[in-house]
């Protein structure tokens, strides 16, 4: 998988392919995300992904169908970061002017991709 592959680093979705976020109920532990290709989450997948970071290049697509209530948490993104990050445009965004750049922590960043989810906070329920 791509998360084993990563070695506890950054996982990165390669350009041109679609991926399907399968990883188990729980939580998995991360170095970032970098998305450069489609990232698909199933409906109502379960799952708590802890990272540093998101940067969406290419596309993420997540939703969630059920009723709102405390029994259907779905896919839980949690930003993890304490030190700044740097973002650096992938292929044809590279060298664009003013990158890279230091995106912050526990940044959250589309950056000429497309951004997906159909969801709710927790913490309205």
Request: charged content about 15%.
């Amino acid at each position: 998988s791509l998360v084993s592959a990563a070695n506890g680093g950054e996982v990165i979705v390669p350009c041109g392919g679609c991926y399907v976020y399968d990883l188990p109920a729980g939580e998995t532990n991360i170095g970032g995300l970098n998305i450069l290709g489609k990232l698909y989450v199933p409906p109502n997948h379960k799952s708590t992904l802890l990272t540093p970071y998101v940067f969406v290049q290419g596309e993420l697509e997540m939703s969630d169908t059920n009723p709102i209530a405390p029994e259907n948490v779905s896919l839980r993104i949690v930003l993890t970061g304490t030190t700044d990050v740097m973002f650096a445009p992938a292929d044809s965004n590279a060298g664009v002017a003013g990158t890279p750049f230091n995106a912050g922590t526990k940044a959250f960043l589309v950056a000429g991709g497309k951004l997906n989810v159909r969801g709710w906070d927790e913490s309205d329920v």
